[in-house]
C-alpha cells in the first residue's frame, strides 16, 4: 500500500479525551488516569513521510512482530517507528497492552513512547530514537563487541538490573516483562541499556506474585523452565532471562546452540560444566581485553547461575541482583540449573529460534535435570 507523502499541518494530536484510540482500538475505554495524557497521536501521512513511505533504506529491523524503521519528522526529530505486521502473532489486545504499559513508565533504562498510529488497519509505535540500535549487534558481532569493554559491559549489564527492579517493584505497577532479551535491549549515544518490546508484558495487581496461561510466548533461550514447560510466569521468570543475558553478555555467545563435549547443552549448561570444575574463567569474552579484574566477572557469573536456578523459588529477587552487583558481600553457591535443550534435527544439528524473534506457543520437547 502507498500512502501520499504530504505533510499534515497538524501532523499528530494529543490524547485529550482519547476518543480517536478508542474507537480505531474497537472501543477500548481509557481514562486519564489509564494512559499518560502527553502521548500522542500521529497521523499515517506524517509516519509514512518520517520514513520515505516505510522504505528498505530507513528499516532498522525486523522481529517477530513486524519491522522497525528510523524515521524523521518535520521538525528534524529523529523517531523509530515500530509497524506491526498485519500477519503477525502481535494482535490489537497486545497492541494496546504495549501502549497502555509503556506509556505509564518512566526510567531512564525504559525506552520512551512518543505516540503511536491507529489508521487503515494499521498498529504503529513511535519511540525515542536510539542511534546504537539494540545490545546483540554489539555482543553477538566480533568487530563490535570489542567496542564494549568490560566497565561499559558491566554499566549495561547494571542498568538492566535496575530498569527491570523498577518494572517488579518501583513502579505503581509490577510488570512482568516476558520477553527480555539482547535484541529488546537498546543503547543510547553513551551505550546506556533501555529495556524495549512490552508487546508481551503483563500486569501483577494487588498482591499478585503468579500466573499462568495457556499461551506461552516468548523467545526460545530466553524462557524460564517453569513458564516454557508449565506456562506459570512470575518476576521469577524475568529473573532467569536477566541471567541468562548476563552470562551472554559475558561471553559474546548466544544461548542457543551446542557445544563439542556436551553436544545437548546450551550455554547455561556449558558455563555450569565449567563452573564446577573452576574453569569458569575460559569462557570470558577475549574481545573484553585485560582491563578488568576476573574476580568480579567470576562474581558476574555466579550471579547469573543464581539467576538461572531450576526452582522459581531459589532465584534472588530483581533487589536482590542490583545489590549483589553493587557490592562484595558473599553470594549464596548456585544449585543447578534446568537445561533446556535444543531439539535435535536427523542430521545432529541443533535447531532453534535463534534468539532474534519473539514465538507464540513454544513446545520444548526435551528437559534434563541436572
Request: aromatic share 10%; hydrophobic share 40%; charged share 25%.
Given at each position: 500500500m502507498k500512502y501520499h507523502l504530504m505533510q499534515n499541518k497538524y501532523p499528530f494530536e494529543l490524547t485529550a479525551g482519547l476518543t480517536y484510540f478508542e474507537e480505531a482500538t474497537g472501543g477500548l475505554a481509557l481514562d486519564d488516569s489509564r494512559i499518560n495524557s502527553?502521548?500522542?497521536?500521529?497521523?499515517?501521512?506524517?509516519?509514512?513521510?518520517?520514513?520515505?513511505?516505510?522504505?528498505i533504506e530507513n528499516k532498522l529491523g525486523?522481529?517477530?512482530?513486524?519491522?522497525?524503521?528510523?524515521?524523521?519528522?518535520?521538525?528534524?526529530?529523529?523517531?523509530?517507528?515500530?509497524?506491526?505486521?498485519?500477519?503477525?502473532?502481535?494482535?490489537?489486545?497486545?497492541?494496546?497492552?504495549?501502549?497502555?504499559?509503556?506509556?505509564?513508565?518512566?526510567?531512564?533504562?525504559?525506552?520512551?513512547?512518543?505516540?503511536?498510529?491507529?489508521?487503515?488497519?494499521?498498529?504503529?509505535?513511535?519511540?525515542?530514537?536510539?542511534?546504537?540500535?539494540?545490545?546483540?549487534?554489539?555482543?553477538?558481532?566480533?568487530?563490535?563487541?570489542?567496542?564494549?569493554?568490560w566497565k561499559r559491559r558491566f554499566e549495561i549489564i547494571l542498568g538492566i538490573a535496575r530498569g527491570l527492579l523498577y518494572l517488579h517493584e518501583d513502579s505503581r505497577l509490577r510488570i512482568i516483562h516476558r520477553d527480555?532479551?539482547?535484541?529488546?535491549?537498546?543503547?543510547?549515544?553513551?551505550?546506556?541499556?533501555?529495556?524495549?518490546?512490552?508487546?508481551?508484558?503483563?500486569?501483577?495487581?494487588?498482591?499478585?506474585?503468579?500466573?499462568?496461561?495457556?499461551?506461552?510466548?516468548?523467545?526460545?533461550?530466553?524462557?524460564?523452565?517453569?513458564?516454557?514447560?508449565?506456562?506459570?510466569?512470575?518476576?521469577?521468570?524475568?529473573?532467569?532471562?536477566?541471567?541468562?543475558?548476563?552470562?551472554?553478555?559475558?561471553?559474546?555467545?548466544?544461548?542457543?546452540?551446542?557445544?563439542?563435549?556436551?553436544p545437548y547443552s546450551n550455554l547455561i549448561g556449558h558455563v555450569w560444566e565449567l563452573w564446577k570444575e573452576g574453569r569458569a574463567v575460559e569462557i570470558i569474552d577475549s574481545s573484553i581485553?585485560?582491563?578488568?579484574?576476573?574476580?568480579?566477572?567470576?562474581?558476574?557469573?555466579?550471579?547469573?547461575l543464581l539467576c538461572v536456578q531450576e526452582f522459581a523459588t531459589d532465584r534472588p529477587t530483581m533487589s536482590a541482583v542490583v545489590s549483589m552487583l553493587s557490592n562484595d558481600a558473599a553470594l549464596p553457591s548456585p544449585r543447578r540449573p534446568t537445561l533446556l535443550l535444543t531439539t535435535m534435527s536427523p542430521s545432529g544439528d541443533p535447531s532453534s529460534n535463534k534468539g532474534g524473534s519473539s514465538v507464540n506457543d513454544v513446545t520444548c520437547t526435551i528437559v534434563e535435570a541436572r
Open positions: 502527553e502521548l500522542l497521536l500521529f497521523h499515517l501521512n506524517t509516519v509514512a513521510t518520517a520514513t520515505n513511505n516505510f522504505s525486523e522481529g517477530g512482530f513486524g519491522s522497525v524503521y528510523k524515521g524523521i519528522l518535520y521538525d528534524g526529530k529523529e523517531i523509530a517507528v515500530k509497524r506491526l505486521s498485519k500477519f503477525s502473532g502481535q494482535g490489537v489486545e497486545e497492541f494496546k497492552n504495549e501502549v497502555l504499559l509503556i506509556a505509564k513508565l518512566q526510567h531512564r533504562n525504559l525506552v520512551k513512547i512518543l505516540g503511536c498510529c491507529f489508521e487503515e488497519e494499521e498498529k504503529i509505535l513511535i519511540y525515542e530514537y536510539l542511534p546504537n540500535k539494540s545490545l546483540d549487534s554489539f555482543i553477538f558481532n566480533e568487530p563490535r563487541r570489542a567496542l564494549l569493554s527480555l532479551k539482547a535484541s529488546n535491549v537498546l543503547l543510547d549515544n553513551s551505550l546506556n541499556p533501555k529495556i524495549a518490546d512490552f508487546g508481551m508484558a503483563r500486569i501483577f495487581r494487588g498482591e499478585q506474585t503468579e500466573a499462568n496461561t495457556n499461551r506461552v510466548v516468548g523467545t526460545y533461550g530466553y524462557m524460564s523452565p517453569e513458564y516454557a514447560m508449565k506456562g506459570l510466569f512470575s518476576i521469577k521468570s524475568d529473573v532467569y532471562s536477566f541471567g541468562v543475558l548476563l552470562l551472554e553478555i559475558i561471553t559474546g555467545i548466544k544461548n542457543a546452540g551446542s557445544y563439542e563435549k556436551h581485553g585485560e582491563s578488568y579484574l576476573v574476580s568480579e566477572i567470576i562474581r558476574c557469573i555466579q550471579i547469573a
